[in-house]
């Protein structure tokens, strides 16, 4: 063998070593998948629909996608996740949350941000659908109110409190619905406060409110307690509806834009284990303990299994309207139903008439993340939704939204904040 091939060989070799040196080993271990950090803190409300953030700390979703320092951070009200979103993690804030659908657009455009200074956000999965209560106090059971609020009309006055979480959030919607629905206008014939949802059990039974909306489990705690009675729960007004996400500030995610997928992928593969009926009452057992809910078992199960005690005689088995975490495309963030939550603060006047929804969307919805990270967790195709709206939607009252035509559906309203006199 001649100098110069045993010099190629050689140098051939050296290659090949340095490259196989360079090159991370185990889960994703190609450098193009590769998370660009190890740590993120996201933060959480002590509601069912956070389970899937607690479930992936829990059985190691997050250290399986290269994430193995993942905080998940318990927030006190949804005032305090926004709060520390604005911070951000490296500020000793969070860089992520569960949330309520609409904030991170009320974030990204400043209208609930200090000196309305905008916080750039970004949505990458859908938590869950259905799963929230419409919960009225023990001293109304005799009006017989149910998925109609009508009966209210009789016993509610000006100074009667109806409480949600947050203002433009999605229990802030459902129970403005839910009256305007009953010919009860939100605004002006009852006052809307707002109540952390781990509050609002205690706040009915001090007797300051009328009615209230929320997750789970604190309307299945009410019924237990014996302080008040479901009216609906909120599938019943929109079958199947969005409800919670997964978001992040926007910086962060373009700062790790592999990470991000990586913690979406995880979340994923909660959502998936989370819906299995063989895991609920392990879930339930999990999210109850005291470092995460502090909430006895009893209180989260039976809705996670669609068991329906409503409190006021009515019981329903196996309902159809539980909470689901990923069938049904639970998990994917559809941009039609972005536009139907942007379109009700629109009615209600937390977002400006001439908000272009469609832009909006466009820069926080970021469905995109989501189907790569659903490939990465190995998310069969036949799972995966074909287009990014879900189409024509209609409510229990017999309105239609149709996410192509959303002045429609607002013209068709006729209790609304905008136009009002």
């Known amino acids: 063998m001649t100098l110069h091939r045993r010099q190629a060989i050689a140098a051939t070799a050296a290659l090949f070593a340095a490259a196989r040196a360079t090159t991370p080993r185990g889960a994703f271990a190609q450098s193009a998948t590769t998370p660009e950090v190890r740590k993120a803190t996201l933060g959480y409300i002590a509601l069912t629909d956070a389970a899937p953030l607690i479930i992936a700390k829990e059985k190691g979703f997050f250290a399986k996608h290269g ?42 455009t400043g209208r609930v941000t200090q000196n309305n200074q905008p916080v750039a956000m970004a949505i990458l999965a859908r938590l869950n659908t259905n799963g929230q209560g419409l919960s009225v106090a023990e001293k109304h059971k005799g009006t017989g109110v149910r998925l ?87 599938g019943e007004l929109w079958r199947d509806h969005p409800e919670k996400s997964f978001a992040m500030r926007a910086d962060w995610v373009a700062a790790n834009p592999h990470a991000a997928e990586a913690l979406t992928a995880a979340v994923i593969e909660a959502q998936r284990w989370c819906d ?56 994917y963030p559809f941009r039609s139903h972005e536009a139907w939550f942007l379109t009700e603060d629109i009615r209600w006047g937390v977002l400006p008439e001439n908000t272009d929804t469609a832009k909006l ?50 013209a068709s309203l006729s209790i609304k904040k905008i136009g009002a006199a």
Request: aromatic share 8%.
């Open 67 to 108: 994430m193995p320092e993942v905080e998940v951070s318990k927030q006190a009200s949804w005032g305090a996740t926004r709060d520390n979103l604005v911070l951000g993690g490296g500020a000793g804030g969070i860089d992520g949350a569960h949330i309520l659908t609409p904030l991170p657009y009320l974030m990204h």
């Open 148 to 234: 109609d609020a009508a009966p209210l009309k009789r016993v509610l006055t000006a100074e009667s409190k109806v409480a949600m979480t947050f203002r433009g959030g999605t229990h802030d919607l459902w129970i403005r619905y839910w009256l305007a629905a009953g010919g009860i206008d939100p605004d002006r014939e009852v006052q809307t406060i707002v109540v952390p949802p781990p509050q609002m059990v205690a706040n009915m039974k001090v007797g300051t409110m009328d009615a209230f909306c929320v997750g789970e489990p604190w309307n299945d705690q009410l019924v237990n307690q014996k302080i008040g009675f479901t009216a609906a729960v909120t």
């Open 276 to 331: 299995a009926d063989a895991n609920r009452q392990e879930m339930c057992t999990i999210i109850g303990r005291r470092a995460w809910f502090n909430v006895p078992v009893a209180d989260i199960i039976d809705r996670t299994r669609g068991n329906i005690d409503y409190g006021d005689g009515r019981k329903v088995e196996n309902s159809p309207l539980l909470m689901k975490f990923w069938r049904d495309h639970a998990s």
């Open 361 to 410: 969307i466009g820069e926080v919805n970021r469905e995109g993340i989501w189907r790569a990270a659903a490939a990465r967790a190995g998310v069969p195709n036949a799972e995966m939704p074909s287009g990014t709206s879900r189409g024509r939607e209609t409510f229990f009252d017999g309105k239609v939204f149709d996410p192509e035509n959303p002045a429609a559906y607002l």
